[in-house]
C-alpha cells in the first residue's frame, strides 16, 4: 500500500496543476486511509453499524488515484508540447 502512495504522490507532483490542487491531490489519499482505519477500530469496539466508513474512506483513496492516473494520462497524450521543447 505504501508503495502506491509513494507513486501516486510522485505522478502528482509532476501534474501541470496548480500547488494547492497538488497539495490536497497528496494528502487525501491520506485522509481516506485514516478514514479506513477509523472505521475498523469503530467498528470492532463501537457498533457494527460503523462499517459504512469503508466506503468513502477507500473511495476517498480510489478517486484520487483515479484523477491523478487520467490526469497525467491526458497531460502525457492530449497537450501538445512548445515547439521549442521539441527535438530536432
Same mark, same amino acid.
Given at each position: 500500500?505504501?508503495?502506491?502512495?509513494?507513486?501516486?504522490?510522485?505522478?502528482?507532483?509532476?501534474?501541470?496543476?496548480?500547488?494547492?490542487?497538488?497539495?490536497?491531490?497528496? $494528502?487525501?489519499?491520506?485522509?481516506? &486511509?485514516?478514514?479506513?482505519? /477509523?472505521?475498523?477500530?469503530?467498528? *470492532?469496539? !463501537? +457498533?457494527? $453499524?460503523?462499517?459504512?466508513?469503508? &466506503?468513502?474512506?477507500?473511495? /476517498?483513496?480510489?478517486?484520487?488515484? *483515479?484523477? !491523478? +492516473?487520467?490526469?497525467?494520462?491526458?497531460?502525457?497524450?492530449?497537450?501538445?508540447?512548445?515547439?521549442?521543447?521539441?527535438?530536432?
Amino acid at each position: 500500500m505504501s508503495k502506491i502512495f509513494i507513486f501516486v504522490g510522485a505522478i502528482t507532483i509532476w501534474l501541470d496543476a496548480v500547488s494547492a490542487l497538488r497539495t490536497w491531490l497528496v $494528502v487525501l489519499p491520506f485522509i481516506g &486511509v485514516l478514514v479506513d482505519i /477509523l472505521a475498523m477500530w469503530l467498528k *470492532a469496539f !463501537v +457498533s457494527p $453499524v460503523f462499517f459504512w466508513l469503508h &466506503v468513502p474512506g477507500g473511495g /476517498l483513496f480510489a478517486a484520487v488515484f *483515479a484523477y !491523478v +492516473s487520467l490526469r497525467a494520462l491526458w497531460e502525457m497524450w492530449f497537450i501538445a508540447m512548445p515547439k521549442s521543447r521539441h527535438r530536432s
